[in-house]
């Protein structure tokens, strides 16, 4: 499957607004008891035109920047500096702590990157948690889709029958870890905002299987905000 002319066009459009405001994020209506999430994003840097996406369950472009998330007040990234563990003992690029070591530029040598097919990384928050979002940053020098993308909450390392799913985009089951209702998305400094709704855990496990460029796995950064449990 190949991307229609109006979504290569929506794309292209949505490039032009990431150069145009650069790392600002959009205005926000106020809602009672929420705050604007903290965070910084990257310098945007798509290189060249982007090539034509193949991906079979890929969300419409909307060309609009995302509007920022509101999180409860005290919400804080809680995976900053912590421990990072993975499914590939030995990663082709990078190491695990590059993860959630705060830098988020898609230039440089700073990210992670896993072997071909399903792979996972784990971030353990040191204690329990209320989690509000996650924010991740696969891989932003260029367009591209990551397959199979599944966000786990667990307070154990181990046991993925006690997991909280709260992002899951394989369709197809593809990854054999249930399928999952969320869609295919391209990339972008922005990163991803996964939100959480108040479920609590300790270790955030992330799962992809490739990606529309090649078969790797790869992470620049994941951010997971919240407020620990006393
Ligand atoms: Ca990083
Ligand atoms: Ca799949």
């Given at each position: 499957m190949s991307l229609s002319r109006e979504t290569t066009?929506?794309?292209?459009?949505?490039?032009?607004?990431?150069?145009?405001?650069?790392?600002?994020?959009?205005?926000?209506?106020?809602s009672p008891g929420?705050?604007?999430?903290?965070?910084?994003?990257?310098?945007p840097v798509f290189v060249g035109t982007p090539r034509v996406i193949v991906a079979p369950n890929l969300e419409r472009v909307t060309g609009k920047l995302r509007t920022a998330p509101r999180v409860p007040?005290?919400?804080?990234?809680?995976?900053?500096?912590?421990?990072?563990?993975?499914?590939?003992?030995?990663?082709?690029?990078?190491r695990y702590a590059m993860v959630t070591d705060g830098n988020k530029e898609?230039?440089?040598?700073?990210?992670?990157?896993?072997?071909?097919?399903?792979?996972?990384?784990?971030?353990?928050?040191?204690?329990?948690?209320?989690?509000?979002?996650?924010?991740?940053?696969?891989?932003?020098s260029e367009a591209r889709v990551y397959h199979d993308v599944i966000v786990h909450l667990?307070?154990?390392?181990?046991?993925m029958e006690t997991r909280q799913p709260v992002f899951n985009n394989d369709h197809?089951?593809?990854?054999?870890?249930?399928?999952?209702t969320d869609k295919e998305y391209i990339e972008t400094f922005e990163g991803r905002f996964i939100p959480v709704r108040g479920h609590q855990g300790r270790?955030?496990?992330?799962?992809?299987?490739?990606?529309?460029?090649?078969?790797?796995?790869d992470y620049v950064e994941v951010e997971v905000f919240g407020v620990p449990v006393p």
């Amino acid at each position: 499957m190949s991307l229609s002319r109006e979504t290569t066009t929506n794309l292209r459009l949505h490039i032009i607004a990431i150069a145009l405001l650069g790392c600002t994020s959009l205005a926000q209506p106020s809602s009672p008891g929420l705050t604007p999430l903290k965070t910084s994003l990257p310098k945007p840097v798509f290189v060249g035109t982007p090539r034509v996406i193949v991906a079979p369950n890929l969300e419409r472009v909307t060309g609009k920047l995302r509007t920022a998330p509101r999180v409860p007040g005290g919400t804080r990234n809680l995976a900053a500096g912590r421990p990072v563990t993975g499914s590939d003992p030995k990663p082709f690029v990078g190491r695990y702590a590059m993860v959630t070591d705060g830098n988020k530029e898609a230039t440089g040598n700073s990210f992670l990157e896993l072997a071909p097919g399903p792979q996972w990384i784990q971030i353990d928050l040191g204690k329990r948690a209320v989690i509000h979002g996650v924010l991740l940053w696969h891989y932003h020098s260029e367009a591209r889709v990551y397959h199979d993308v599944i966000v786990h909450l667990g307070n154990s390392p181990d046991g993925m029958e006690t997991r909280q799913p709260v992002f899951n985009n394989d369709h197809d089951n593809s990854s054999k870890l249930g399928m999952g209702t969320d869609k295919e998305y391209i990339e972008t400094f922005e990163g991803r905002f996964i939100p959480v709704r108040g479920h609590q855990g300790r270790f955030i496990r992330l799962s992809s299987n490739g990606n529309t460029t090649d078969d790797m796995n790869d992470y620049v950064e994941v951010e997971v905000f919240g407020v620990p449990v006393p």
